[in-house]
């Protein structure tokens, strides 16, 4: 199991490296500078200066390199030494659009929230969708079974941008229930979360249906009922460990729908999170910040796909560590 | 009597009622989506006086701030999606096919490169990658559009359309590819294989005439469940303001256009609700349809 996590660990450094020099070239590849829409006109020196500041006058391959921070520098003194900064430092550099942050202030900003939202939609999502899709497996072929069922399909055709605005208009503007935008007391979470998490409890609902059916043929289960146990004891006991299996390899995309689902959900609730910086990044052609998040949210889903897979080899005795 | 499979399939398909019904649904939207402008007397841009005026005779679905009759833009909202939809899929079933196909059949060492190829993709925040994709390839296009080709305006701002067809279409093959490696993988070892390589087959025939015809039932099936995938992905950025871009509509920002005139003293609902709806239900009838036909061309179905 060391073995193995050492390992799957150590296959995501090139596989940074690789998504990191992507976005950072797709990014650069695009005409037109972040300062083009500064207070114009801005005279050439005082542009070279600004390229200057920020290396942008540099070949594309010591920028990234700079970007990195390995890229070698003299130190004055007849040496070498490496540049300041750099992602492998942990520093992801200044925004050009919020001039007074850097990116990791921004992370450090947005990221909690996003993670919050997104933390609590997932646990939403399993919360409702669990318990609906086990309830429609043991009631198959019945009318609770073809109502569940059609509930789930529901929702996942209404997208959180769907639901927001109408969990708004209902709850906030005509019921004044709950509030309709920002995030400062858990009552302010309440519609985000199931403008997000709905669409994935649908899923969920119908992937734990699938599996359970499946499991429900197995031979096992019916020792189970054999030996005389209630129906509740065997579906939880006996077969929930290897139906829940669908839904646990669905998390993986799960998570990353979450993750960058809720970039829409925050722009209906206007929450400072990170969906906003993204938008207003591709829009300003902010490169560090779009390569920042690009990078960071890369590393969060890797991270948590091998999450999902350990979690999955644990609760599947027919997986080994290979 | 014995049935071919694709007879099975429709014969199965036409007993499933939500699905005929989903089927039925999207024909109509297209072919309102068609036959529109030459019904309504409203365009979709054309302003006028009467600003948020509710549902009435006048105006089926209302007006927005702007006094656009409501409907027409819904319509004009649906051919966009429905457009990003099918060419978005269409787009990723020819990448998916052919790098699952190609892969399977190859096999070796390219099928282990670009298995891995597909699981690094797979990993991906797909979303920031389009949003990335769009925002600096679109500016590249533009360009080149306007300075090198001289092309008007109005063109170049098609070319974000078609720049949410590939975007879109890029991150949706994953499935595909694996799904039809899969199935090549399996048919690839078997006798008429065999036969029509000894009889001559060049990889590209055997591929072309006896692999791809046997698995389109699954790509069929798949490409239909991308298709809400993908107009879901559409409204996404267009709600966010990346997409389509004003004065043209999708559903996703003319939902946005409504949230923006949430206030509390007067509810515009018509402006959310019905992009909302039509979105919804159009969701609904692909699925159905996506569903119906899994069940349809599923070997493993019961006969009945």
């Not at chain 1, 669908?246 to 829409?264: E, N, R």
């Not at chain 2, 409907?71 to 079933?93: C, P």
């Not at chain 2, 925040?125 to 080709?149: A, C, D, H, Q, Y």
């Not at chain 2, 790509?219 to 239909?224: G, M, Q, S």
Request: charge should be positive.
């Amino acid at each position: 199991m060391g073995h193995y996590l050492t390992r799957r660990l150590a296959g995501l450094v090139p596989l940074l490296l690789v998504i990191s020099l992507a976005s950072f070239l797709l990014v650069r590849m695009a005409p037109g500078g972040p300062f083009d829409k500064e207070r114009a006109p801005a005279s050439p020196e005082i542009r070279r200066a600004i390229e200057a500041k920020y290396h942008l006058d540099e070949p594309r391959w010591r920028q990234y390199l700079r970007y990195l921070g390995v890229l070698p520098e003299p130190d004055g003194r007849g040496g070498w030494r490496l540049c300041d900064g750099g992602v492998l430092k942990g520093d992801l550099g200044p925004s050009f659009k919020y001039r007074n942050h850097t990116v990791n202030d921004v992370l450090a900003q947005g990221l909690p929230v996003s993670m919050t939202l997104g933390g609590l939609a997932f646990l939403f999502a399993l919360g409702t969708g669990i318990p609906l899709g086990l309830y429609t497996a043991a009631r198959r072929g019945e009318w609770a079974d073809h109502l569940g069922g059609f509930v789930a399909i529901l929702a996942f055709c209404i997208p959180g941008l769907v639901v927001g605005p109408v969990l708004v208009m209902l709850f906030a503007v005509e019921l004044h229930w709950l509030p309709a935008a920002l995030w400062e007391s858990p009552a302010h979470a309440i519609l985000p979360t199931i403008a997000l998490g709905l669409y994935f409890a649908g899923r969920i609902s119908r992937l734990m249906r699938e599996g359970m059916t499946e499991v429900m043929r197995e031979g096992f289960m019916t020792t189970a009922k054999a030996k005389g146990l209630g129906e509740r004891s065997v579906l939880l006991r006996h077969g929930l460990r290897l139906a829940i299996l669908p839904v646990v390899s669905y998390c993986g995309p799960l998570l990353a729908d979450l993750l960058t689902g809720s970039f829409v959900v925050e722009s209906i609730f206007r929450i400072p999170g990170i969906g906003v910086f993204l938008v207003n990044a591709a829009l300003s052609n902010d490169y560090p910040m779009l390569v920042g998040l690009t990078l960071v949210y890369a590393c969060l889903l890797v991270v948590l796909n091998l999450l999902v897979d350990v979690v999955y080899s644990l609760l599947d005795p027919r997986v080994k560590f290979a | 009597m014995t049935l071919t499979p694709n007879q099975r399939a429709w014969r199965r398909f036409r007993r499933n009622r939500p699905a005929l019904l989903g089927a039925a649904f999207l024909l109509c939207l297209a072919t309102l989506v068609l036959v529109w402008p030459w019904v309504t007397p409203y365009g979709f841009a054309q302003t006028s006086e009467a600003r948020f005026e509710p549902p009435g005779l006048h105006h089926w679905f209302g007006t927005d701030v702007h006094g656009r009759d409501l409907l027409s833009r819904v319509i004009f909202g649906a051919r966009v999606s429905l457009l990003v939809g099918f060419v978005g899929a269409g787009v990723a079933v020819l990448i998916g096919v052919t790098w699952g196909a190609v892969a399977g059949y190859v096999g070796g060492l390219l099928d282990h490169l670009a298995m891995r190829v597909v699981d690094v993709l797979y990993s991906l925040p797909s979303i920031i990658f389009v949003i990335v994709l769009l925002t600096t390839l679109e500016r590249t296009v533009r360009v080149f559009l306007s300075g090198t080709l001289h092309l008007p305006a109005a063109a170049v701002g098609q070319a974000r359309l078609l720049f949410l067809f590939a975007g879109l279409g890029a991150i949706s093959w994953l499935n595909m590819a694996r799904i039809v490696r899969g199935q090549v993988l399996s048919l690839r070892s078997r006798t008429f294989v065999d036969a029509s390589h000894a009889l001559g087959a060049g990889p590209v025939r055997i591929l072309l005439r006896h692999l791809l015809p046997n698995i389109y039932g699954i790509v069929i099936v798949y490409a239909t469940l991308t298709i809400p995938a993908i107009i879901l992905y559409e409204s996404f950025l267009s709600y966010l303001g990346l997409g389509i871009q004003p004065p043209m509509a999708s559903w996703g920002s003319l939902i946005a256009d409504g949230a923006a005139q949430l206030n509390p003293i007067r509810v515009y609902w018509w402006l959310i609700l019905f992009p909302a709806a039509m979105l919804v239900t159009t969701l609904l009838a692909l699925n159905f349809v996506g569903d119906g036909l899994r069940d349809a061309f599923d070997p493993r179905g019961r006969e009945e």
